[in-house]
């Protein structure tokens, strides 16, 4: 691949062989802390990003936006990597502009998918992945995939119209791996979690489905190390990475409720209209015995909770 691929890093007396790896996004949550731990194992990484946020030291940094597919081939120059982790690939646009930029720069490319590619796949049972085939999705670029409020609206189907590009056309070995919802760390973005705090701090109500599903779930630090595991992999084709057992907003808040004794649990169920984050009308369990059987071992839900509502608490104050 690159110059700097052959060249060989000392690690315990070990010959270690550096990869190149490039990080598209990445400047928050796992994505950050994906990027300090391949640093830490020695490899030479890159971080592309609007400029939003520096990446962590060590790592260089390349600024672009995504959706110009000429200035992100002007950012990349001749650069080639032995790994691509795409953080924010988000529309079949990107993927389609992804796909034509790193032809003949990577010899491998994981998409960060989600569980919510899974959206018409409801069932009682957890879903494989051979349950959605992305080359049987129809991609639609003419939706307006560029309006920040319809991508948000439909980011299940922008997920599952991204991994079907990848598939139809693989241009190098691609992974796509659908990541259960995330909870713990002090810095969750979305709030999800802090939500169901404030409400039972407060003794106000939680809004759920009368009928509220189950999901699987993954701490922030376990997503990151199957990550940086599935970096240093060959297997190509969409996995499935949650952590062991379901859970229902109930065993959130009961969790919650452990510590912080004052408060109080208060349900308001609904027919219709918004819930609470986390509040399924539909189950969203996933099977991960494919990452299993690729030589994985997932922890449980039910045993990290209590660490990611500490986590939680110690952020909200």
């Not at 802390?33 to 020695?42: N, S, V, W």
């Not at 229902?248 to 208060?266: N, Q």
């Not at 099977?287 to 990290?304: C, E, H, I, K």
Request: hydrophobic share 40%; net charge negative.
């Amino acid at each position: 691949m690159t110059k700097g691929t052959e060249e060989m890093a000392q690690e315990g007396g070990v010959p270690v062989t550096a990869r190149e790896i490039l990080v598209i996004g990445g400047n928050r949550y796992f994505g950050k802390r994906l990027i300090e731990r391949l640093l830490a194992a020695g490899d030479r990484v890159t971080v592309l990003n609007r400029g939003s946020a520096p990446p962590p030291p060590g790592a260089e940094h390349l600024v672009a936006d995504r959706d110009d597919e000429d200035a992100l081939c002007t950012a990349l120059g001749s650069r080639t990597f032995d790994v691509v982790v795409d953080q924010v690939c988000y529309t079949p646009r990107q993927a389609a502009a992804a796909r034509r930029v790193l032809t003949g720069r990577t010899r491998r490319y994981i998409m960060t998918s989600t569980v919510e590619v899974y959206e018409y796949e409801d069932s009682l049972g957890l879903v494989r992945e051979s349950d959605l085939d992305p080359r049987t999705v129809l991609v639609d670029h003419e939706l307006p995939w560029d309006d920040p409020e319809f991508r948000e609206s439909a980011y299940g189907e922008g997920k599952r119209q991204a991994e079907a590009v990848f598939a139809a056309d693989p241009a190098f070995p691609y992974t796509a791996v659908r990541v259960a919802h995330v909870l713990g760390g002090g810095d969750d973005f979305t709030g999800r979690l802090a939500h169901y705090v404030d409400r039972i701090r407060t003794g106000e109500p939680i809004t759920v489905p009368a009928d509220n599903c189950p999901a699987t779930y993954i701490h922030v630090e376990e997503i990151t190390d199957f990550l940086l595991w599935t970096v240093g992999q060959d297997f190509t084709g969409p996995v499935n990475a949650a952590s062991r057992g379901t859970l229902v907003t109930a065993d959130l808040c009961a969790e919650i409720a452990a510590h912080l004794p004052e408060g109080e649990v208060r349900y308001q169920e609904v027919e219709v209209g918004e819930t609470s984050p986390l509040s399924f009308r539909r189950a969203y369990g996933m099977d991960n015995s494919r990452a299993v059987a690729l030589g994985y071992t997932f922890g449980r839900a039910r045993q990290w909770l209590p660490r990611a509502v500490a986590e939680t608490l110690g952020a909200v104050g």
